[in-house]
């Protein structure tokens, strides 16, 4: 009776060696103190190192990780660390050839009957995302100068044919002339979010650790906004400047940066005449901020596409259509680089709140 468990027994183990042979994604197996377990193919194939050059070595010592710059990163601490987020975004393993491979990994707990005996991890190479954003940045510098510039010059010709220099306009002229500056504008403008963009979804913006005062910011919203609200004829409320022992540990300039496309876009979809309301409410851990108004308001079955990119409501196209649908998908995007979260509330005709919750300690891990 014996024979036929212990052959069971042994094509369990065939099996699950086949399985790990045939993963595609490098993985390793590690033992509380670091020490290698077990390797699969695709990780020998991908760092040079064959399974019986590095089962039973630590970890640390014969496969090193580094930074984008160079520096050696300390994984014993990474590794405690990530145990509860479960991943590891972007790093580099030092190849056997010292070469380096563009990675990034997904670590999960080894548990045998309730207890931790270790981790694994699973890496996957990032070589051919490493040369698409390499593709990317240049175009972004391509685009920086051979867009930007032509229509710099073409703002600047207008501007001088506006003040006469090349001879008096007549009424219909100078209608024609403001057309035209005011279409120029969109371009520039358009031109603007899409590197804006294109930068933030390289991973090339920097991300900044300061203290943030939320009366501080609720001056600086009110006068980066004071000219649209103006020109909207909006009821502009701002009760960010009242609380001045609130603060949060983040990227000022980018919570800034989201805090105002929620103002603008409100202010934009409202009526001449009714409110836009700034306000933040303080919990244990976290600062959730609220831009409220009541225009136009999203159509319910539209409202899950709203942060998409270039995606713009069917009504607001009906009240300006020369919006980009690039300014709530720009925000999702720095939420997620600061560590917060973006929802909002909407009801078609009755308005809009959006919400964004800040942590109030730094919650973005910097490779």
């Not at 403008?189 to 900044?208: W, Y």
């Not at 009242?242 to 105002?260: F, G, R």
Request: proline residues 3%.
């Amino acid at each position: 009776m014996k024979l036929p468990i212990l052959k069971a027994e042994k094509l369990d183990r065939e099996f699950y060696k086949a399985l790990l042979a045939s993963i595609g994604e490098g993985m390793i197996a590690v033992d509380m103190e670091g020490v290698i377990l077990s390797v699969n193919r695709a990780f020998e194939k991908m760092l040079g190192w064959k399974q019986d050059e590095v089962v039973g070595k630590r970890l640390v010592e014969i496969i090193p990780r580094e930074d984008e710059e160079g520096n050696r990163i300390n994984i014993e601490e990474r590794m405690l660390m990530q145990f509860f987020s479960g991943s590891l975004p972007f790093f580099y393993f030092v190849r056997k050839d010292k070469t380096r491979l563009p990675v990034n990994s997904v670590i999960n707990s080894i548990t045998i009957d309730q207890k931790i005996i270790g981790v694994v991890e699973v890496f996957h190479d990032l070589t051919r995302e490493k040369v698409l954003e390499k593709l990317r940045m240049d175009f972004l510098t391509l685009a920086s100068h051979q867009l930007r510039t032509p229509l710099s010059g073409t703002k600047w010709l207008i501007e001088t044919m506006k003040r006469g220099v090349l001879g008096p306009l007549n009424e219909k002229q100078r209608d024609y002339m403001d057309e035209i500056y005011r279409a120029n504008e969109r371009m520039i403008k358009l031109v603007f979010d899409m590197i804006n963009v294109l930068r933030l979804e390289s991973g090339t913006a920097t991300i900044k650790k300061e203290t943030v005062s939320v009366s501080d910011l609720g001056e600086n919203i009110s006068v980066k906004t004071e000219d649209a609200v103006a020109k909207g004829k909006i009821t502009f409320r701002n009760a960010l400047k009242n609380y001045k022992t609130i603060a949060v540990e983040t990227d000022a300039a980018l919570l800034q940066s989201i805090l105002e496309c929620f103002v603008a876009n409100a202010v934009s979809y409202s009526q001449p005449g009714q409110e836009v309301a700034c306000d933040a409410k303080e919990e244990a851990d976290a600062v959730t901020f609220s831009v409220k108004d009541s225009g136009i308001g999203i159509p319910k079955d539209e409202q899950e596409r709203i942060f998409e990119k270039f995606y713009r409501a069917s009504n607001a196209k009906q009240m300006r259509p020369d919006g980009t649908g690039l300014g709530l998908y720009t925000a999702s995007i720095l939420a997620d680089k600061i560590g917060a979260k973006v929802s909002f509330e909407s009801e078609e005709g009755k308005g809009s709140t959006f919400y964004l919750r800040v942590p109030k300690r730094f919650a973005k891990i910097t490779i």
